[in-house]
């Protein structure tokens, strides 16, 4: 009957081809003359005198029945004829059937000139793959191969590919289980005693490919005790069954567990079917727990569901008890804990027991965790500390596990944290204006590799005490400019109370906060981010290399003063405050010293002479001389100096002290005076032997001699 269905549809086939070739007829000589002129201009092709060779020969595939495929077959140099063969006969082209994969030539219109010639045109291009259009088991399942004729008889490079095979996929029936010969269902049980082994077989018919069976025992795929064994159906050879053995050793631990075969197909809509048995082992009762916690279990957030199964037939009785208590925490196989609380904390043990025996304990260990919880932090909302002077504040917290602790200082006016401690307690030993401001305690622990942080009510650290001007990094305290422009000078000063005086002083100048002098200007305090903090500045305008040296802010209030400085160093001048012009004076007083010291020799060898004439050459008129000569000196002393001197102030008096160190000179210059003038109504006494007054001028002219000053 099979074999006569064949024959007609082969009459149909070759019908319905002629049919096609008659229709075609008008075109097949502009079919014949395309085919020409492609052959003439392939043979002009740059290696065209090269061997036919394959580029990319035919593979393994499986197509789904009604369903189009394609067979990859491509030649280089392709001078030859494509073909192809099934099961080692020869396919023709037929439309809408088995059909090239090049593009066809098309008309004018652009329709598609379908050239049903026999034997097939030459493809150009060398792409010989062959569409197989509606796949069917009983036409196309079976071996391909692309062959291509020579490309002249003389070269004899023809090819032939590697058969592959074509599978039209059939869907296997589903698998079945059978135990010593006998089908069982799904379902049902496979028992056995205790020891012994269970020889299981997993049969799949009617699949095309063959299925490919696996086994699981539980949750864990086990080996078949041979390969898989594939055969075709005896009354239907183009399908396959597969058939696969098992042996299970029948141990009381596998009482219960799930004997599975899986059959894996692609025609299957879920790409695989399974059939399970259950092996029913006879034993004295054996537990395991399942739910132990793998991960931690929060309060009030996770949940606990505990069971303890036991692998025992017949079946067996639980019995749940917590450590510490005679009462049963549960007679079921299941202890659930919804949600758990720090009170359920504690050691859990099960046991079964039936017929046969008992089993023995099963402990869990269950820690239940919860997130740290501030109790306390303080000791007062409100702490006030003198300035250098100790404080401390304390942080209590409960959690599960330990939290730990860290003190974090809140900056004012910002989300901005500075980290002051990492214990409960934290102990200031040098309170500064630094640490004024709110502390929040932060507890801190991980459950399940997430943080859980708590946060105590902030609590405050007022500082009173004298000023402090903040020393910040030295970098911070120095300001680079370039010469000509203007610089500001900015520091940070802490009080409380509130500053009462502010000024800025450098060499002999001081000026005081909210005033101006020639090219300076001192800015008001104004307030910082920080509280009881002040901002102070100082402008410069047009500076020069005159400028480069340090300017310090002196605070004051009722607690005591303290002062800073900050460095100005104005690009193509000396870093250092020893300036070109400072070095050019004591280079000037150097030789003016050298100058004097040589007129000192040579006067002290003139007077030598002198000497021996005696006393009476001295005359009263060099007397009064010297006395004019000291007291025009002494003169020039008293009056205001003529430079400015540029030294570091020692406080807020400076102005006081340059006077008082005048009005001295002045004192000392007199009594010099008063001591020539004496010497001089006793030369002989004063001078016995040796030297004259002239040489007592000029060492009290050396007692009034000022250090050279600079600008």
Not at 275 to 296: C, F, M, N, Q, T
Not at 560 to 569: C, K, M, S
Not at 648 to 656: C, I, K, S
Request: overall charge neutral; hydrophobic content about 35%; proline content about 6%.
């Amino acid at each position: 009957m099979s074999s006569q269905n064949r024959s007609k549809r082969s009459s149909r086939s070759r019908s319905s081809i002629s049919t096609s070739i008659s229709s075609s007829g008008s075109s097949t000589k502009i079919a014949q003359l395309l085919l020409l002129i492609g052959i003439a201009v392939a043979s002009c092709l740059p290696g065209s005198e090269g061997f036919q060779r394959f580029s990319e020969q035919p593979k393994y595939t499986e197509v789904n029945p009604a369903e189009d495929t394609l067979l990859t077959c491509k030649v280089i140099d392709k001078r030859g004829t494509c073909s192809w063969q099934k099961d080692n006969k020869p396919v023709g082209i037929y439309t809408k059937k088995y059909e090239w994969a090049s593009r066809m030539p098309t008309s004018d219109n652009g329709n598609v000139l379908h050239l049903d010639l026999h034997p097939p045109p030459v493809q150009l291009g060398g792409d010989c793959s062959l569409w197989i259009r509606s796949a069917t088991l009983d036409f196309d399942d079976g071996l391909w191969e692309c062959q291509v004729t020579a490309s002249d008889f003389t070269t004899q490079d023809a090819l032939t590919s590697q058969p592959v095979r074509l599978v039209v996929r059939v869907a296997p029936q589903r698998p079945r289980l059978e135990y010593e010969a006998v089908h069982v269902p799904p379902g049902h049980n496979i028992t056995a005693d205790a020891g012994a082994l269970a020889t299981v077989k997993c049969i799949s018919h009617y699949g095309n490919p063959p299925a490919t069976l696996k086994w699981f025992l539980g949750d864990q795929e086990i080996s078949p005790i041979h390969p898989q064994m594939n055969a075709t159906e005896p009354d239907n050879p183009r399908t396959w069954s597969a058939t696969s053995v098992v042996q299970v050793s029948a141990m009381r631990e596998r009482h219960g567990d799930i004997l599975r075969c899986a059959a894996y197909h692609e025609s299957y809509t879920a790409k695989s079917v399974v059939v399970e048995a259950r092996l029913d082992v006879k034993y004295a009762p054996s537990i395991r727990l399942i739910g132990s916690p793998e991960i931690d279990l929060e309060e009030d957030k996770d949940a606990l569901v505990l069971r303890c199964v036991a692998d025992a037939n017949p079946p067996a009785s639980i019995v749940w008890r917590r450590a510490g208590r005679s009462e049963i925490a549960s007679l079921q196989e299941t202890l659930q804990l919804r949600p758990v609380g720090r009170r359920d904390a504690g050691l859990y043990t099960c046991q079964a027991q039936n017929s046969v025996g008992t089993s023995e304990q099963l402990s869990v260990q269950l820690d239940v965790k919860y997130p740290p919880k501030i109790i306390s932090a303080g000791p007062d909302r409100l702490t006030t500390a003198p300035l250098f002077s100790p404080a401390a504040f304390e942080c209590l917290a409960d959690g599960n596990p330990l939290p730990s602790f860290k003190w974090v200082q809140r900056m004012a006016h910002g989300s901005k944290y500075v980290e002051r401690g990492s214990e409960s307690r934290l102990v200031i030993d040098n309170v500064t204006y630094e640490y004024q401001g709110e502390y929040e305690c932060r507890a801190t622990s991980y459950i399940n590799g997430q943080e859980r942080v708590a946060i105590s009510d902030p609590v405050s650290l007022q500082v009173v005490g004298a000023p402090q001007v903040l020393r910040l990094h030295p970098s911070l305290h120095t300001v680079s400019v370039k010469r000509g422009e203007a610089a500001s000078l900015t520091m940070v000063v802490c009080a409380d109370p509130r500053p009462q005086r502010v000024a800025w002083e450098w060499g002999s100048l001081r000026l005081e906060a909210g005033s101006g002098i020639d090219r300076f200007r001192a800015d008001d305090m104004q307030p910082d981010t920080r509280e009881d903090c002040y901002l102070s500045t100082l402008h410069i305008l047009h500076a020069d290399e005159h400028d480069s040296r340090p300017y310090y802010l002196v605070v004051e209030n009722e607690r005591g003063t303290d002062r800073h400085a900050i460095h100005l160093i104005v690009e193509g001048t000396f870093a250092e405050p020893y300036e070109m012009s400072y070095l050019m004076g004591v280079a000037g007083g150097c030789m003016a010293a050298i100058l004097l010291l040589v007129c000192l020799c040579i006067y002290a060898i003139k007077s030598k002479r002198c000497c021996f004439k005696g006393s009476t050459g001295y005359k009263s008129s060099d007397k009064d001389s010297e006395k004019a000569d000291l007291k025009s000196r002494s003169d020039s002393t008293s009056g205001p100096q003529g430079d400015s001197i540029y030294t570091t102030p020692a406080g807020f008096h400076h102005h006081q002290q340059q006077q008082q160190q005048q009005q001295q000179q002045q004192h000392a210059a007199a009594a010099a005076a008063a001591a020539l003038h004496a010497a001089s109504q006793h030369p002989q006494q004063q001078y016995p032997g040796h030297g004259s007054p002239e040489a007592m001028k000029v060492r009290m002219a050396a007692m009034i001699l000022q250090p050279p000053t600079r600008v």
